[in-house]
T-cell receptor
Framework: DAGVIQSPRHEVTEMGQEVTLRCKPI?????LFWYRQTMMRGLELLIY????????DSGMPEDRFSAKMPNASFSTLKIQPSEPRDSAVYFC????????????FGPGTRLTVL | GENVEQHPSTLSVQEGDSAVIKCTYS??????FPWYKQELGKGPQLIID?????GEKKDQRIAVTLNKTAKHFSLHITETQPEDSAVYFC????????????FGTGTRLQVFP
């Protein structure tokens, strides 16, 4: 299996621009998580889905952030408009079934907003 | 909600020495405590975990201990090697929401040859 796939790996954009991050979970996994990693806050859970349905978006920082999962093999995290404080590494992770122990993380997208 | 604190934020050791990273959690109902290792440019990867009905677990050079009364758990790495250099995250999961992991802020471990 290819593991969790994220694209792009690096994104540099200017303040005010729209940014879309993409994730393909491991085939057969029914949970998908979006995290943001910063030096100050570590790994923060933004939102997670079960069977393509958002379950908990309480970690989404502002209305500028939105996430979708149109099907079992694809999810997007969108920031519009982007701000310099959104600069971070964004990870996607997936698990196979409720309560499954191991979260499988993608390689992350390093976002820089100038 | 659950809160996980992790210390230290950075740790430097000489190759061959031991390293210990400590975490505390706030929700006494938490029952699963994994540790993830993040190498440079990669996503975190599970290295060891422990459940609340166990006090200690070992896997070769790494071990995790859990003190439920004090709500502490720790990662112990013995005979450290340069390839142990990475960022380590502890996490906790509760019984009421088995979907979510709450992560600590991470410890950057550097092992000097």
């Amino acid at each position: 299996d290819a593991g969790v796939i994220q694209s792009p790996r690096h994104e540099v954009t200017e303040m005010g621009q729209e940014v879309t991050l993409r994730c393909k979970p491991i085939s057969g996994h029914d949970y998908l998580f979006w995290y943001r990693q910063t030096m100050m806050r570590g790994l923060e859970l933004l939102i997670y889905f079960n069977n393509n349905v958002p379950i908990d978006d309480s970690g989404m920082p502002e209305d500028r952030f939105s996430a979708k999962m149109p099907n079992a093999s694809f999810s997007t995290l969108k920031i519009q408009p982007s701000e310099p404080r959104d600069s971070a590494v964004y990870f996607c992770a997936s698990i196979n079934g409720r309560g499954a122990d191991t979260q499988y993380f993608g390689p992350g997208t390093r976002l820089t907003v100038l | 909600g659950e809160n996980v604190e992790q210390h230290p934020s950075t740790l430097s050791v000489q190759e061959g020495d031991s390293a210990v990273i400590k975490c505390t959690y706030s929700d006494s109902a938490s029952n699963y405590f994994p540790w993830y290792k993040q190498e440079l440019g990669k996503g975190p990867q599970l290295i060891i975990d422990i459940r609340s009905n166990v006090g200690e677990k070992k896997d070769q050079r790494i071990a995790v201990t859990l003190n439920k009364t004090a709500k502490h758990f720790s990662l112990h790495i013995t005979e450290t090697q340069p390839e142990d250099s990475a960022v380590y995250f502890c996490a906790a999961r509760g019984v009421y929401n088995t979907d979510k992991l709450i992560f600590g802020t991470g410890t950057r471990l550097q092992v000097f040859p």
